[in-house]
Antibody
Framework: EVQLVESGGGLVQPGGSLRLSCAAS????????MSWVRQAPGKGLEWVSS????????YFADSVKGRFTISRDNSKNTLYLQMNSLRAEDTAIYYC???????????????WGHGTMVTVSS | AIQLTQSPSSLSASVGDRVTITCRAS??????VAWFQQKPGKAPNLLIY???SLESGVPSRFSGSGSGTDFTLTISSLQPEDFATYYC????????FGGGTKVEI
């Protein structure tokens, strides 16, 4: 079964850092772009960041640009999100998502993980 | 950045009703639109991609239409399991989601 499993969430103080991971299984991870999408409590979905299949090209929402870094290890079938200078408004469930189209950086997200909660609070 | 405006933000409907949700883009995005269903405590689930293509395993009562700036998700006969929140997504330029439409009894 195609699956994405996030980990690394938790409680962090404002200004702190956190690294999220997303382990992929049952599909050719290295052939698909991957993304992070977040959802603040009681709010809608917000695209955060995407990374191309090779990892050479990365993209960020304005709200996280300069603070977050996305990367991938195709040998480990794992996606990462390094989050620095965290703010209260970064509090959300963070989902990793697979891009539907083979080799396409931007497309519909057809597989989602269960999400990992990040809480930024003192 | 491309913005997506969904309407309505919520609606009340009954089992068997035909439901229509609209999504308007701030600029033309061809057919680069997807629709998702999300239930409380769960991850979103892809229903429609490329504006009108039904994702595998999704019931045929769901359909999508539109191109350019105006898009529609239609549920032809609402079922009890369809009460949820629905989101549109554009992927023409990076990615953006609409604000969501909550479908309530």
């Amino acid at each position: 079964e195609v699956q994405l499993v996030e980990s690394g969430g938790g409680l962090v103080q404002p200004g702190g850092s956190l690294r999220l991971s997303c382990a992929a299984s049952a599909f050719t991870f290295s052939s698909y772009a991957m993304s992070w999408v977040r959802q603040a409590p009681g709010k809608g979905l917000e695209w955060v960041s995407s990374i191309a299949v090779s990892g050479a090209n990365t993209y960020f929402a304005d709200s996280v640009k300069g603070r977050f870094t996305i990367s991938r290890d195709n040998s480990k079938n794992t996606l990462y999100l390094q989050m620095n200078s965290l703010r209260a408004e970064d509090t959300a469930i963070y989902y990793c998502a697979k891009t539907r189209g083979f080799g396409k950086t931007f497309d519909a997200f057809d597989i989602w993980g269960h999400g990992t909660m990040v809480t930024v609070s003192s | 950045a491309i913005q997506l405006t969904q309407s309505p933000s919520s609606l009340s409907a009954s089992v068997g009703d035909r439901v229509t949700i609209t999504c308007r883009a701030s600029q033309g995005i061809r057919s680069a639109v997807a629709w998702f269903q999300q239930k409380p405590g769960k991850a979103p689930n892809l229903l429609i991609y490329d504006a009108s293509s039904l994702e595998s395993g999704v019931p045929s009562r769901f359909s999508g239409s539109g191109s350019g700036t105006d898009f529609t998700l239609t549920i032809s006969s609402l079922q009890p399991e369809d009460f949820a929140t629905y989101y549109c997504q554009q992927f023409k330029s990076f990615s953006t989601f609409g604000g969501g439409t909550k479908v309530e009894i």
